[in-house]
């Protein structure tokens, strides 16, 4: 009772949750459209007690009790349970409680918190079942309570002893939890480290009388730095091997951030110039939609729970970053819902005093393996790199020398994503091996091998490297390699060249063979739908495409159209001999998502030295 006493006084911090930074955020919602709907739509899902669980809706009703532990598919997956027990709904209820100002509707919420956080702590006490499994989900959800708890600290319902008294005990349990069962002793330390980190930052500075809660807080503030040089390289990207576990850890990284900013804590100077880096190299892989290429795993990690975003969105990272740091070459666009929770009018002042910045360029990534090649309305991203976690790869796949081709803004040739992890470990196998990339298969044997127990680790035999990159105002090249073929019996190495035309609206690729013996070498370009048809081309493209540097002089007479019937985004063009076909094929663009696709097949038996030649031409 004391504890509580102590809560309800003045608070002294300038964290964007506290009640009296309300005022700030509201101002700077209002300066974004559609956001406060935006918000409002989600509490009242919340309220319903509404679930998107990986495209699965589930709805439990409003004030009833909820399943916790629920999984609405066969088999088993943790992470189901896991979306709602990271309690993001509590901070959608705070987002109605701030921008409604109906008196009647804001008790609403309130009740609807009280009654949703009180179903929870009692379905799940500390270290029984599902939800405490995972110290990384434990650390999250006391975040989210965290916040939540104080975006309603005002309200009458939530300064009740009887309502106070057992959350705050909730939430020193799960602190004292998470310092107790820290992940940091896997073989590399990865982002569930990171979210450790983040859960006592977060809660410690928010609560700063619950017990333990300075040396938690110092704890936090000296693992994050130490977790943000050992895991973001000095380039700006996450050493995962994962374009979309960089998001999470921006997100991560940028919570303890802001975080510590209102509360006075600094993380210092490099930690907060390598986040920076972080939003840019985001920035650099974006099309103009704000879609991101799927490299390595995606398991639709979020942390920053404001607004729904599609699972390939990455667009918001940028003008976030804008906002936070009053970055120039990060700004465009409108001001993103997360900018204007976080940040408030600060925040959006600082970003309407910025210019927008120029398009982003072509950019190589060495250490994170990502490389970028840009113009012509497109964005080619290229993997090739060491596999992720310092050679673990825990979320990288068998996708070296792959790329994604996004065009006008949207994926055409893609990475058919991840799928699942444990309910299906065929599945997951699948979708990260060779055959599901972009990239060559030899002899029908993996670029590096897939042990079907370790769904989590992937051996370092590849071997990725850049040779060339060579941007320029009109044409852009890539040269890459990889050594996951030098194991057979008749060694091989690949080296592929990407041409980026500029002038011809096109993309060539080139695939030199290296080594001894004669090879089966199958090559497949993936596609996000069904839509694909072979056809004769017309004289035009023929001519673009022989323009092109390092084009086949004879090509097959059927290319493969990309995109719907009438409204094609690309005709693709293959080198004499190369036979290629339409096959079945599977795309996820998000965890737990899988649709019916079609992959684009061909292939030659040929023995070294060799090429294998095609060209994309962009309608």
Known sequence: MELAGRLLETRHTAVWCE???????????????????RALARAHAALRQEFDLFGTRVVFGEGRPVDWSVDPLPGSDPKYPWVLGRLDSLVALGQGYWVEEAAPARARFARAFVLQTLDFLQAN???VGVHWTCTMEV????ANLAQALAMFLEAPEIQRPEFLVPVLGALAAHTAWVQANLEDRGAVPNNHLVANYVGLLVVGLLFPELPGAPGQVALAAKGLREQMEAQVHAEGTSFEGSTFYHRL???LFTLAHVVALGAGVGLGKAYAERLRRMYQAARAWCSEQGLAPQIGDNDSGRVLP???????DQGYLAPLGAALFGEASLAGGELPDEAAWLLGKPGLERYQALPPAPPPASVSFPAGGFHVLRGAGAVVT???GRQGQCGVGGHSHNDKLSFELHLGGQPVIVDPGTGTYTRDPAQRNALRGTAAHNTLVVDGVEQSTLLPERLFALPEDARARVEVFQPGLQLDRL?????GYRALASPLGIERTFYLDKREHALAVTDRLIGAGTHEVVGRLHLPDTHARLRPASPEEIARALRVPDAPRIFEPLGVELGPEGAASALVLFELGLRPRLEPSLYSPGYGRV???????YGARRMPPAWLRWVVVFS
């Open 19 to 37: 009640s009296r930074q309300r005022g700030s955020v509201l101002q700077a919602l209002a300066a974004v459209p559609g956001a406060r709907e």
């Open 125 to 127: 006490p500390p270290g």
């Open 139 to 142: 650390a999250l959800r006391a």
């Open 249 to 251: 850890a921006v997100e």
């Open 306 to 312: 404001f607004r729904k975003r599609d699972d390939l």
């Open 382 to 384: 290229v993997s090739a």
């Open 479 to 483: 040269t890459v390699r990889h050594d």
């Open 595 to 601: 649709s019916q696709a079609l992959a684009v097949t």
